[in-house]
């Protein structure tokens, strides 16, 4: 069965500083990957997705994730986080489940910006 | 472009009391979810629709959750009689047709709900 883990639950980064969320899938083809931004009292917002081609993703808000097959890995960068980008962000994969395909959701890792 | 709607945004019950959440995708949204989210846990899907048909509902609590979309736009989740372990954030997502590929998914700012 697919599975999505973010081994960090939170994170605090200074303004300014680069930022890594770490997300590790398990499937047993090539998933679709997708990280998404939850902002409080709001939905989610989908940053980028991966379905195949290029690894390294471009995504909104200056956003990047670079697929890495052989260490199973979806990780999400930022080169300068800027305090709007506090928020709660999750990993995801899609996969097709008992003739469906959907989403399966990480945990969240809350990311925290200090001045 | 108007995004997805949910109400209420907030509800608080006690148990064994009944809840219903309402929600509108955006319009020409073929397909429509809803997702549970636990406090501390990735959203999890509970049932989606294709029009007004049921796609997939495995994980859909069926002796208490029952959701409907009768005339294949807006949705309706009922939870009849709510438990503690109800508390959560009840998030309405759409998309254009449906399938994880190649379609986004907008999500609804959620209806967080409370049972004492």
């Known amino acids: 069965a697919q599975s999505v883990t973010q081994p960090d639950i939170h994170i605090t980064v200074s303004e300014g500083a680069s930022l890594e969320l770490r997300c590790n899938y398990s499937y047993g083809a090539t998933p679709y990957l997708f990280w998404y931004v939850q902002s409080p009292g709001q939905g989610l917002q989908l940053l980028l997705k991966y379905f195949s081609g290029d690894t390294l993703v471009q995504g909104i808000k200056g956003f990047e994730a670079e697929f890495k097959r052989s260490q199973s890995s979806f990780n999400l960068r930022k080169p300068s986080v800027h305090w709007s980008d506090a928020a709660e962000y999750f990993c995801a994969v899609g996969a097709w489940i008992f003739g469906n395909e959907k989403l399966t959701f990480g945990t969240g890792t809350r990311l925290t910006i200090i001045p | 472009e108007a995004g997805v709607a949910q109400s209420p945004r907030y509800k608080i019950i006690e148990k064994r009391q009944s809840v219903a959440f309402w929600c509108n995708p955006i319009?020409?949204?073929?397909?429509l979810y809803w997702y549970q989210q636990i406090l501390g846990q990735g959203p999890k899907l509970l049932i989606q629709f294709q029009n007004n048909g049921v796609v997939d509902d495995s994980q859909l609590p069926k002796d208490r959750f029952s959701a409907e979309r009768l005339k294949g736009v807006d949705s309706t989740l009922k939870i009849q009689p709510a438990k503690l372990e109800d508390s959560a954030v009840y998030l309405c997502?759409?998309?254009?047709?449906?399938?994880?590929?190649?379609?986004?998914?907008?999500f609804g700012p959620g209806t967080r709900l409370l049972v004492l």
């Open positions: 319009s020409g949204h073929a397909t």
């Open positions: 997502a759409s998309s254009l047709r449906g399938g994880v590929g190649q379609e986004t998914q907008y």
